[in-house]
C-alpha cells in the first residue's frame, strides 16, 4: 500500500457482499462437502473503540461508538450471519487494569446490548492470557483465545462450562504435514473431549498459508478421536 488512496483496497468487501456468492478466483477447501459439514456464516464487526485515559464510557449503554458497532452487527445478522464475532486483535498491548477500565465497558456493553437477538457471540482477543478473567467478565458465548497459552489452561481459567475457540498457531500451518498434525492433535487432546470447544486458529491465517494443509487439518480434526 503507498500512499492514503491505496488504504482503500482494504475495505473492498461491504456487509452485505461478505454474504453474497464468493468471487470466481477464491479457493475453495476441498473436502468440507464430503464430511458432511453446514456452512455457518461468521459475522465480523470491527472492534473500533474510540477511548483514551481522559475519556471512559463509564455507565453510558447508547455511547456513539457503541450504537454505531450494535447497528453494524445487526445488520450482518439481517444479511444471513448466523454467529457474530467481537474480533479485538490488539488487545493483548493493554495491560489488565486499562483493559478493564477503558475496554471492558465498551465490549460488555456490546454484548448486552445484542443479548436480545439470542444469536451466538464469540468474543475473541490476541495476547489476552494476563486478562483471560476480564475478557470473560465483558460477555460473549464462546471465548475465543490464542497459541500462547494452552487450550486447557485457558479453558479452566475461564469456566469448562463456558465454550471456547481455538487455538492452534498460524505459523504451524506452513510446517511439515507430520509437524502440523501432531500441533492440531496436541489442542484436540488439551479440549480432552469436552463439549463446547471450537477448534481454530488461534488467529487468522497467512497469505502463504498451502490450501492441503488446510484440508489436512479439516480432516484430521473431524478424525481425531479422544
Sequence with gaps: ISGRSGLETLFIVSKVELFGELPEDIERVEGVDDLGIEATRIGFPKCQRCWNHRESIGGNRRHPAICAQCVEVVEQIAAGAEVIQLFDSWVGALDPEDYENFVLPYSGAIFENLSPLRVP?????????????LIRKAGGTV???????GLDTAWERIGFDTPIQGNLDPLAMLAPKDVLRRKVESVLQKAAGRPGHIFNLGHGFLPQTPVKNVEAVVRWVHEFRV
Design 121 to 133: 457471540m464469540i468474543h475473541f482477543g490476541t495476547g489476552t492470557s494476563g486478562f483471560l478473567e
Design 143 to 149: 471465548i475465543g483465545v490464542d497459541w500462547r497459552i
